[in-house]
């Protein structure tokens, strides 16, 4: 059974920066993507960006000029850079994996496993 754990929300001020983690563990075979969604309470979950084997990267929208995503294939892990961070990026964020999407298809169309979530609040 694949676990994702999220670490590195917290709290910080309009314009500062947080990097999120997350480590997968429990895989048998491999996580062709992995991502981070994010979600406000009463508003959808929204992807952020994903990033697959093969190095493609998709964002959503204009969250490419301050987002950045990366990860090692090899040690199952998924990293999000996130600076100039505005009131409007306080969410929930999930780390989540797909074992065949590419990015933009496990972005867009989901993924099939998920963390617990890990909260990010920004306040002005």
């Known amino acids: 059974q694949v676990v994702l754990v999220e670490t590195g929300g917290g709290s910080v001020q309009a314009g500062e920066s947080l990097r999120l983690s997350c480590t997968a563990s429990?895989?048998?075979?491999?996580?062709?993507?992995m991502g981070w969604f994010r979600q406000v309470p009463g508003k959808e979950r929204e992807g952020v960006a994903a990033m697959d084997s093969g190095g493609s990267r998709s964002y959503a929208g204009s969250l490419k000029d301050r987002f950045t995503i990366s990860r090692d294939t090899a040690k199952n892990t998924v990293d999000l850079q996130m600076n100039y961070l505005t009131v409007d990026d306080t969410a929930m964020y999930y780390c989540?994996?797909?074992?065949?999407?590419?990015?933009?298809?496990?972005?867009?169309?989901?993924?099939?496993?998920w963390g617990k979530g890990t909260l990010v609040t920004i306040s002005s």
């Open positions: 989540a994996a797909h074992p065949s999407r590419d990015a933009y298809d496990s972005l867009y169309y989901g993924m099939d496993y």
């Open positions: 429990g895989v048998t075979g491999s996580l062709y993507s």
